[in-house]
């Protein structure tokens, strides 16, 4: 990592000067539509969509001023506001702009945009449309938060930020009892994740003193300890991990495809789950400090990326595939971090941004035109009734695929080559097992959504969907065909950016020569290619047929190879019971049972007293008087 020396900038240093911006137009819009989106009525997505438009322009305009500096002086730090201040702890709000800041704030608004402007179209006619829209925006503002701050608490208050909006969003339509228990799933499994980084976070301060970047990444190598930088790095990566969806904390991120779909595109492509890889990128040094750190990042990642893809080529519902799709995808960037390869992370990010965007909007069309109905098994013939969706979403299928000289081309093939030519063998052929399962989950999508016959009578009535729909999709497909000029190569526009930030692409000289590795990667997208349009496109395979043969892999697989089930066995059965027990036993009838008892006493006490209050005075004088009768015996008898 190299580090550069932070350039402060004010109100009058043009674009740079106004970073203060980017994330206070999205909150501002959000607070008019969530407080008077009554008033504001159908103009809402409208006002929302031209929020994140401006903040977009303000975000490419401090990035072409970033780009204009000298490369080891692209750093720009705006300091606000003093946030805390207690003895020598300061925590300010300082906004951070550099080459991986600069990425990210491109993707989440440029990206962001487009789905607010297809949500106009896709929520037309909800009862909470301006709530709706107040939600995304404020979504795209604690995102914004999260990847400007320049310390690790502004960080994490963008963090919990979107986690709260994911919780909001996902469950929009609580009426239906899935969607509520999908957002807090969502919202209960990423905090497992977020309480582990928060005490990674109190370790720094504990070792540096601060939450700044800055005094935090030039000292970390020799600040912490192997030890302490490991157990620091694997609590931040655990936040990585829920929040990423990562294995083992990945379960909630199907089931959160129960919210409106712009929801489920916009955690998919520019907010929440990207936020993961962004803070291994961030914290580089803290996990370059370890031994074994990024080895563990690179581990998980390939799992997670099989196991994803492997369950992904099972799903019956589109936007269940394209969840697990985004799970397995993630793996790859998560596998590049811990190669070493920042820049490659940050570049697959970038190209995953378009496809995976225009892939679950194209989806949402699908579910538009199909009257609401998501399952593949009653789609097929929609290339001719939704022919601009059908061909915009054949481009995104072709990127992720890895077809070549689309942006998924670039993006995959650039890890794989990385562990190729550093002889990491077994990342690179799993890798590429796992690209295989790319192609082959994502073309039996294409295949079983567009072709062949319509095999339901929502297939027979499908329709396009409207213009404000499919633009977005347009203008997506032209960044999932032509992303790849942002490609890695020596002189790769992403990696030279990056460099004064993260440094080189590692590569070395083994591994198999260019022209076959290429050959290689070629062969394996269009072998899942074709082996899905045999099974699922030529008419000469009975799928369901064969799935039946296969059983129970593909049941295995549909339901995640039921670590739901065993998570509801291993914790939230027990945790239940534990619950019970704790209501209805230990508190009903042991601490209750005990304040009961002893107010009881008192009560029989008092009624018992009760009784010695007659009224009258001949009965009290003859208590005195048998009383010192007692008092007298009881004195005479002592003497």
Same mark, same amino acid.
């Given at each position: 990592?190299?580090?550069?020396?932070?350039?402060?900038?004010?109100?009058?240093?043009?674009?740079?000067?106004?970073? $203060? *911006?980017?994330?206070?137009?999205?909150?501002?819009?959000?607070?008019?539509?969530?407080?008077? &989106?009554?008033?504001?009525?159908?103009?809402?997505?409208?006002?929302?969509?031209?929020?994140?438009?401006?903040?977009?322009?303000?975000?490419?305009?401090?990035?072409?001023?970033?780009?204009?500096?000298?490369?080891?002086?692209?750093?720009?730090?705006? #300091?606000?506001?003093?946030?805390?201040?207690?003895?020598?702890?300061?925590?300010?709000?300082?906004?951070?702009?550099?080459?991986?800041?600069?990425?990210?704030?491109?993707?989440?608004?440029?990206?962001?945009?487009?789905?607010?402007?297809?949500?106009?179209?896709?929520?037309?006619?909800?009862?909470?449309?301006?709530?709706?829209?107040?939600?995304?925006?404020?979504?795209?503002?604690?995102?914004?938060?999260? %990847?400007?701050?320049?310390?690790?608490?502004?960080?994490?208050?963008?963090?919990?930020?979107?986690?709260?909006?994911?919780? *909001?969003?996902?469950?929009? $339509?609580?009426?239906? =009892? =899935?969607?509520?228990?999908?957002?807090?799933?969502?919202?209960?499994?990423?905090?497992?994740?977020?309480?582990?980084?928060?005490?990674?976070?109190?370790?720094? %301060?504990?070792?540096?003193?601060? *939450?700044?970047?800055?005094?935090?990444?030039?000292?970390?190598?020799?600040?912490?300890?192997?030890?302490?930088?490991?157990?620091?790095?694997?609590?931040?990566?655990?936040?990585?991990?829920?929040?990423?969806?990562?294995?083992?904390?990945?379960?909630?991120?199907?089931?959160?495809?129960?919210?409106?779909?712009?929801?489920?595109?916009?955690? #998919?492509?520019?907010?929440?789950?990207?936020?993961?890889?962004?803070?291994?990128?961030?914290?580089?040094?803290?996990?370059?400090?370890?031994?074994?750190?990024?080895?563990?990042?690179?581990?998980?990642?390939?799992?997670?990326?099989?196991?994803?893809?492997?369950?992904?080529?099972?799903?019956?519902?589109?936007?269940?595939?394209?969840?697990?799709?985004?799970?397995?995808?993630?793996?790859?960037?998560?596998?590049?971090?811990?190669?070493?390869?920042?820049?490659?992370?940050?570049?697959?990010?970038?190209?995953?941004?378009?496809?995976?965007?225009?892939?679950?909007?194209?989806?949402?069309?699908?579910? #538009?035109?199909?009257?609401?109905?998501?399952?593949?098994?009653?789609?097929?013939?929609?290339?001719?009734?939704?022919?601009?969706?059908?061909?915009?979403?054949?481009?995104?299928?072709?990127?992720?695929?890895?077809?070549?000289?689309?942006?998924?081309?670039?993006?995959?093939?650039?890890?794989?080559?990385?562990?190729?030519?550093?002889?990491?063998?077994?990342?690179?052929?799993?890798?590429?097992?796992?690209?295989?399962?790319?192609?082959?989950?994502?073309?039996?999508?294409?295949?079983?959504?567009?072709? &062949?016959?319509?095999?339901?009578?929502?297939?027979?009535?499908?329709?396009?969907?409207?213009?404000?729909?499919?633009?977005?999709?347009?203008?997506?497909?032209?960044?999932?065909?032509?992303?790849?000029?942002?490609?890695?190569?020596?002189?790769?526009?992403?990696?030279?950016?990056?460099?004064?930030?993260?440094?080189?692409?590692?590569?070395?000289?083994?591994?198999?020569?260019?022209?076959?590795?290429?050959?290689?990667?070629?062969?394996?997208?269009?072998?899942?290619?074709?082996?899905?349009?045999?099974?699922?496109?030529?008419?000469?395979?009975?799928?369901?047929?064969?799935?039946?043969?296969?059983?129970?892999?593909?049941?295995?697989?549909?339901?995640? $190879?039921?670590?739901?089930?065993?998570?509801?066995?291993?914790?939230?059965?027990?945790?239940?019971?534990?619950?019970?027990?704790?209501?209805?036993?230990?508190?009903?009838?042991?601490?209750?049972?005990?304040?009961?008892?002893?107010?009881?006493?008192?009560?029989?006490?008092?009624?018992?007293?009760?009784?010695?209050?007659? &009224?009258?005075?001949?009965?009290?004088?003859?208590?005195?008087?048998?009383?010192?009768?007692?008092?007298?015996?009881?004195?005479?008898?002592?003497?």
């Amino acid at each position: 990592m190299v580090a550069a020396e932070a350039i402060p900038v004010s109100a009058a240093d043009g674009a740079l000067g106004l970073l $203060w *911006l980017l994330p206070a137009i999205p909150l501002g819009v959000a607070f008019v539509n969530l407080f008077f &989106g009554q008033k504001v009525g159908r103009i809402a997505g409208v006002v929302a969509s031209l929020a994140v438009l401006v903040s977009f322009g303000i975000a490419a305009n401090a990035v072409r001023e970033l780009l204009a500096l000298p490369p080891e002086q692209r750093l720009v730090v705006q #300091h606000l506001f003093d946030w805390i201040s207690v003895g020598s702890f300061k925590v300010g709000v300082d906004l951070r702009l550099d080459a991986i800041s600069a990425t990210m704030i491109l993707v989440v608004t440029g990206v962001g945009a487009l789905i607010h402007i297809y949500a106009i179209g896709y929520m037309h006619g909800d009862p909470r449309f301006g709530r709706f829209f107040a939600y995304l925006n404020l979504f795209v503002f604690f995102m914004l938060m999260l %990847v400007l701050g320049g310390n690790y608490l502004l960080l994490y208050l963008g963090w919990e930020g979107v986690g709260l909006c994911s919780y *909001l969003l996902i469950g929009f $339509w609580f009426e239906k =009892e =899935e969607n509520a228990e999908a957002a807090k799933k969502a919202f209960i499994t990423t905090r497992i994740g977020d309480s582990a980084m928060m005490i990674g976070l109190a370790l720094i %301060v504990f070792h540096f003193g601060t *939450l700044d970047f800055e005094p935090i990444f030039g000292a970390a190598g020799e600040v912490l300890s192997n030890g302490a930088a490991t157990a620091v790095a694997l609590l931040l990566f655990a936040g990585a991990i829920g929040k990423s969806a990562q294995v083992p904390l990945h379960v909630w991120l199907p089931d959160a495809m129960a919210g409106p779909t712009p929801v489920s595109a916009l955690i #998919h492509a520019a907010t929440m789950v990207t936020a993961g890889v962004y803070l291994v990128v961030r914290s580089a040094p803290i996990f370059e400090a370890s031994s074994i750190a990024l080895d563990v990042v690179a581990v998980v990642g390939l799992v997670t990326l099989l196991f994803a893809g492997v369950c992904a080529v099972a799903q019956w519902d589109i936007k269940r595939a394209l969840a697990y799709s985004t799970i397995s995808q993630l793996g790859y960037m998560f596998l590049a971090a811990g190669l070493g390869a920042y820049a490659a992370a940050m570049f697959f990010l970038v190209a995953h941004a378009f496809y995976k965007a225009l892939l679950f909007l194209g989806s949402g069309s699908v579910i #538009h035109g199909m009257d609401e109905e998501q399952d593949m098994r009653k789609m097929g013939g929609l290339f001719r009734k939704m022919p601009v969706t059908a061909v915009t979403m054949i481009l995104g299928a072709l990127a992720l695929a890895g077809f070549p000289f689309m942006a998924g081309f670039f993006a995959k093939d650039v890890v794989l080559e990385i562990a190729n030519t550093n002889e990491r063998w077994g990342f690179y052929v799993l890798g590429s097992i796992g690209a295989l399962l790319s192609a082959t989950y994502i073309g039996r999508l294409i295949f079983l959504t567009f072709f &062949g016959k319509p095999r339901s009578e929502q297939a027979e009535d499908a329709h396009e969907s409207p213009a404000v729909m499919w633009i977005p999709l347009a203008v997506l497909a032209l960044g999932a065909t032509f992303g790849g000029w942002l490609s890695l190569g020596p002189e790769g526009r992403i990696s030279s950016f990056m460099e004064p930030i993260v440094g080189l692409v590692p590569e070395g000289e083994a591994g198999l020569g260019r022209p076959i590795f290429y050959a290689v990667a070629v062969a394996v997208t269009l072998t899942g290619l074709i082996l899905t349009w045999w099974i699922h496109g030529s008419g000469r395979v009975d799928w369901l047929a064969q799935r039946e043969r296969l059983e129970p892999l593909p049941r295995a697989s549909l339901n995640g $190879w039921y670590v739901d089930r065993a998570y509801d066995l291993l914790f939230v059965q027990p945790g239940k019971t534990a619950a019970w027990l704790a209501a209805f036993v230990v508190d009903a009838k042991g601490i209750d049972g005990l304040v009961n008892a002893i107010g009881g006493g008192v009560k029989r006490l008092a009624q018992g007293g009760r009784l010695m209050q007659t &009224g009258f005075v001949r009965s009290y004088a003859l208590a005195v008087f048998v009383g010192a009768v007692a008092v007298l015996a009881w004195v005479g008898w002592r003497l």
